[in-house]
């Protein structure tokens, strides 16, 4: 059984800066590609960032030059390092983990995390 589980998540104000950690456990001989979606209430799921299993990395527009994702190998662990945070970047923020077991290539998702930006 393959767990992603979210963290670092809360209230901040407009301006401020969070970091999002994922960690993905289990029966995993490796993982592919790491990536943070987020929902916001009334809204569809929409890709954050991603990064691959060779670093390279891919942003919404929303959050280029603000958000920065970065992973380590070791303990198939991602981050999602969030400045200058917007009240529209208010939402339940995702982790997915491609992840390559005996099972084959699956994708999980882990249980969310709120992060709430006041103005």
């Known amino acids: 059984q393959v767990q992603v589980v979210e963290s670092g998540g809360g209230l901040v104000q407009a301006g401020g800066s969070l970091r999002l950690s994922c960690a993905a456990s289990?029966?995993?001989?490796?993982?592919?590609?790491m990536a943070w979606y987020r929902q916001a209430p009334g809204k569809q799921r929409e890709l954050v960032a991603v990064?691959?299993?060779?670093?390279?990395?891919n942003y919404a527009d929303s959050v280029k030059g603000r958000f920065t994702i970065s992973r380590d190998n070791d303990k198939n662990t991602v981050y999602l390092q969030m400045n200058n945070l917007k009240p529209e970047d208010t939402a339940v923020y995702y982790c997915?983990?491609?992840?390559?077991?005996?099972?084959?290539?699956?994708?999980?998702w882990g249980q969310g995390t709120q992060v709430t930006v006041s103005s």
């Open positions: 997915n983990a491609e992840t390559i077991s005996f099972r084959g290539t699956q994708s999980y």
């Open positions: 289990g029966l995993i001989f490796r993982v592919n590609a």
């Open positions: 990064i691959r299993s060779g670093d390279s990395a």
